[in-house]
């Protein structure tokens, strides 16, 4: 059985930096400045054989009612609701501050299983507040440093007492994993404020995902497992990306690289775009990086019931065809995240174009496309003047389609040739919305040996 240990204390004690050292890699934002996370997050762990599911939490902070401090702590509190266990997280450097004492009230009420970790003891200066977290009532405290791994050994006898001694029985799987069986690994990206964490909540039916006003709430990509039906989804929510030239601040500079791995990372993205600005610069230029990094391509338009509708979609369209040609038929759907609108037909769309990333071609087909193709348009000249033949074609691989193509003068064919045969390629074979990758290699000469 997996035991769901919550990380729970005020902003800036180490939570995060406890939460990568449980996890055994740096997945949570780590940073000085207080109140780096916002989100819960969470994560499956093994720790020293203790299977473990932690969720990171933020701290808190004074907040009216429906600030964004306030939401933040209501995240917290439903983090203390679905753990088995708590870690109450104090910086034994700094001392007990007001804010310990609000939380430590409120692991009483909770009636929650609690142990207390007194972080950041690299050093004997820090006893004084070692012997004054007795005042919270919360049983003894645990010397600890998240940063060095100080304290390790005490932490997993006191986890390994609540996990039940009973071992579930596990169903033999098959061997062979399908792509039709696999998670989906599915990033939802886009500008600050476009409704992605609105998005997020609507799909997955709850207020899992800090939403607001505000501008760039979520700092940090937070991953969920998700099921849509039949088909196990692994969502990513992400921070708004904003053009390079504008990020200064170093948490942003963070939660701009963790997006891009995320995106790195993912095989379907979904790029979320405000009905009232669709593919402007930054968007466009987010795309593209999802098109480089090789995953599958859909365009949700959020805020559709606010929308002037024939303006945006004549803006899209004129913009998909200008200025995205690399990506053509990329699938385009129309939602409002609020109003749970238009939620199906995105998933359809991640369903389909996920499908067709996974494309692999049959030799047979393949072939007479090749021909067909080179009868339709026979080849040019090549740049360097020399004769170009192409001998024949092979996929190389899938996630996303990637092919070969033999040819004797592979530098002379022109960008002009290989972009028509990539196109008829995409369109013969249904691969709309994903990157469609073919590459000249240069086919042995079979009288190179031969005196």
Excluded at 13 to 24: I, P
Excluded at 136 to 161: M, N, Q, R
Aim: proline residues 5%; charged residues 25%.
């Amino acid at each position: 059985m997996v035991l769901k240990v919550a990380i729970i204390g005020r902003a800036n004690v180490g939570k995060s930096t406890l939460f990568n050292r449980l996890a055994g890699r740096k997945i949570a934002l780590v940073h000085d400045e207080p109140g780096v996370t916002r989100d819960r997050r969470e994560a499956d762990a093994d720790f020293r054989g203790l299977p473990l599911r932690l969720i990171d939490t933020a701290g808190f902070e004074q907040g009216t009612q429906d600030s964004l401090a306030t939401r933040m702590f209501t995240q917290t509190k439903a983090a203390i609701d679905e753990a088995d266990v708590c870690l109450f997280v104090i910086d034994a450097r700094a001392g007990l501050h007001p804010y310990d004492e609000v939380f430590a009230t409120l692991m009483r009420q909770s009636a929650k299983p609690v142990i207390l970790i007194a972080n950041k003891c690299e050093g004997k200066t820090q006893e004084d507040s070692i012997f004054e977290a007795y005042k919270l009532g919360l049983g003894e405290p645990i010397p600890f440093s998240a940063e060095h791994g100080l304290g390790l050994e005490d932490l997993y006898t006191l986890l390994k007492a609540y996990l039940p001694d009973e071992k579930p029985d596990f169903e033999e799987s098959s061997a062979q994993e399908t792509a039709q069986n696999r998670p989906i690994n599915l990033a939802i990206i886009g500008r600050p404020n476009v409704g992605k964490s609105t998005l997020v909540n609507a799909l997955i039916g709850q207020n899992r995902m800090l939403t607001g006003p505000e501008a760039g709430i979520t700092r940090d990509a937070i991953k969920l497992s998700w099921h849509y039906k039949d088909q196990q989804i692994n969502l990513v929510d992400t921070a708004g990306l904003r053009r390079h030239s504008k990020i200064t601040d170093g948490v942003e500079k963070m939660s701009a690289a963790a997006t891009k791995h995320a995106i790195g990372m993912a095989e379907v993205v979904v790029l979320v775009l405000d009905a009232d600005a669709v593919l402007d610069k930054q968007d466009l230029t987010i795309a593209r990086q999802v098109v480089d990094e090789g995953r599958a391509l859909v365009i949700a338009v959020n805020k559709w019931d606010i929308a002037k509708r024939m303006q945006t979609i004549q803006t899209l369209n004129d913009k998909l065809q200008t200025s995205l040609t690399q990506i053509a038929g990329v699938e385009t759907v129309t939602i409002s995240a609020l109003k749970k609108e238009g939620l199906d037909s995105l998933m359809h769309a991640v369903l389909r174009t996920y499908k067709r990333w996974n494309t692999r071609i049959p030799t047979a087909p393949l072939n007479q496309w090749f021909a067909d193709v080179l009868a339709q348009n026979p080849l040019p000249l090549g740049k360097n003047k020399r004769r170009i033949k192409l001998k024949y074609i092979t996929q190389a691989k899938t996630r996303p389609p990637a092919f070969f193509i033999f040819s004797s003068n592979p530098e002379g064919l022109p960008e002009s040739y290989l972009r028509y045969l990539t196109n008829s390629l995409r369109d013969t074979f249904d691969l709309k919305g994903v990157p469609v990758r073919i590459t000249l290699r240069k086919s042995d000469n079979p009288y190179k040996d031969r005196a």
